[in-house]
């Protein structure tokens, strides 16, 4: 499993998208009516003067990779999954989540 868990600072394995993050787990302290259904690093909202959070990623629950919520790099689908996990298993998703991951645009991430 990434050290990324003692760490204060998220790093996805794609995008190579980093930040700092301020809580990793499903119950943000300062969220206190949010209960994440993953654990998944999460910030402030900065924008927001109230408690509000913003999930920035979590970890593919197949290869366990630390991935950001950008739509190049995982879906969430009752788990989280990195996008090359989803291409993989694209058979396993139901036909819906199929046809959307198949709109979605296609980058290239880093090797």
Request: hydrophobic content about 30%; aromatic content about 12%; proline content about 7%.
């Amino acid at each position: 499993m990434s050290d990324n868990k003692e760490s204060s600072h998220f790093v996805c394995s794609l995008c190579d998208f980093s930040a700092p993050y301020d809580y990793f787990g499903n119950k943000p302290p300062f969220a206190k009516a949010i209960i994440l259904m993953e654990k998944a690093f999460v910030i402030k909202d900065p924008f927001s003067p109230e408690s509000k959070h913003l999930t920035i990623g979590g970890f593919c629950s197949v290869c366990d990779k630390p991935v950001c919520v950008g739509q190049n790099c995982s879906v969430f689908y009752t788990k989280r999954f990195c996008m090359t996990c989803t291409k993989d298993n694209i058979k396993e998703f139901p036909a819906e989540i199929q046809q959307e991951l198949k709109k979605r645009p296609t980058t290239s991430t880093k090797d």
